[in-house]
Each structure stands twice: as structure tokens, then as C-alpha cells.
């Protein structure tokens, strides 16, 4: 019996955290959504930011509903600071200038499998990067360095 309680106990819990979890998410807007006026993000790679980088390198982080749990938040949080320090994507306007070290390290992130962090792909799967999206992403990056024509 008592077994039966921890299982009602658990199931009850569950079915609390994904209903919170599903309206945190349609709450907030898709990202790509407000980047698609950015010039310098081409349609095909908009789409692979948007999975994969945006919560942490954009302002239209879609904040998890387990942001809301003590502890995990100020991780997750510093996790957001952070990655908006080093590379901004909504930042990038037609007026704005990407150096070439901010696209190299973009590529070099993706491809040596650090971005997007570990932590994230266990909790966001649909973040996990195909080898032809790191490819995608790398040829863009190396394309965009070379000075306009
Ligand atoms: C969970 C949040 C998160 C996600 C998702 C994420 N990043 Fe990051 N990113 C960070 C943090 C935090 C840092 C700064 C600390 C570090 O370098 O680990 C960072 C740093 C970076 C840097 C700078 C690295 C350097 O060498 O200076 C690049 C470039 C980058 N991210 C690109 C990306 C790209 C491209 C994606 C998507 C494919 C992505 N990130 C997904 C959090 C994230």
C-alpha cells in the first residue's frame, strides 16, 4: 500500500510539473520569430539558432518552467548573463558588425560539441546538433567572414 501511495505521490507531481512546464512554454513567443528581421541570419540557419541557442544568446529567452525552482534558477540565470555577454544574437541588426573572431568562435563551439552546454542538450534534446546542422552553421559562419564584394 505504501508503494502505491509513493506512486500516486510521484504521478500527481508529474503531471504538475509538465502542466506548469506546457503553459510556461506557449506563453512565451518563438524566438526566431522577432530575430527573422535580422538580415545577417539566413533562413536555413535561423531555425538551428532557434533550437539550439537562442534561450541563452538572444533577449527572447523562452525561461523554463523549472527556472522556477529554487537553486536551479540562479543557474540557469547566471547560464543566460553569461551567454548574452559573449555573443548577442539579437543584437545583430544589418547596422551591426560580426567580428571575425565572434563567427569563428561560433563555429568552433558547434563543431567541438560545447554549444549548446551538455546540461542543456540532456534537458532540451531538440537541441542536440545533426552533423550537417554543424556543418550549416560552419560554412555560414566562414562565409559571413569574408568581406562583402
Ligand atoms: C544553456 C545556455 C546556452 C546555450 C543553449 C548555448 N550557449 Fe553558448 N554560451 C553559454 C555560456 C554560459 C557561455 C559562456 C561561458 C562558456 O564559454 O562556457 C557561452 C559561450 C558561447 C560562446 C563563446 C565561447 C568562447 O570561446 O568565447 C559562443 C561562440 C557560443 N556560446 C555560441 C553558442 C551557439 C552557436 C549556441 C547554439 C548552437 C549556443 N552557444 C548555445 C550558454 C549557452
Redesign the pocket.
Known amino acids: 500500500m505504501k508503494a502505491m501511495r509513493i506512486f500516486l505521490g510521484m504521478s500527481a507531481l508529474l503531471v504538475v510539473a509538465f502542466v506548469w512546464g506546457t503553459s510556461m512554454t506557449v506563453a512565451a513567443p518563438r524566438a526566431s520569430h522577432r530575430l527573422a528581421g535580422t538580415h545577417s541570419i539566413p533562413p536555413h540557419i535561423l531555425p ?2 532557434d533550437r ?6 538572444s533577449a527572447q529567452t523562452r525561461w523554463p518552467w523549472y527556472n522556477r525552482l529554487p537553486l536551479v534558477s540562479q543557474a ?1 540565470q ?6 548574452r ?3 548577442d544574437f539579437s543584437s545583430w541588426t544589418p547596422l551591426h558588425r560580426v567580428t571575425a573572431n ?1 563567427l569563428q ?2 563555429c ?3 563543431s567541438g560539441g ?4 551538455l ?2 542538450r540532456l534537458v ?1 534534446p531538440e ?1 542536440r ?1 545533426s552533423e550537417r546542422d554543424k556543418t550549416a ?1 560552419c560554412e555560414w559562419a566562414i562565409q559571413l567572414q569574408r568581406p562583402a564584394e
Open positions: 538551428i539558432l539550439a541557442c537562442l534561450d541563452c544568446h540557469v547566471r547560464d543566460v548573463k553569461e551567454g555577454e559573449h555573443v565572434e568562435d561560433i568552433d563551439a558547434v560545447e554549444m549548446p552546454p546540461s542543456y532540451h537541441a546538433l552553421v
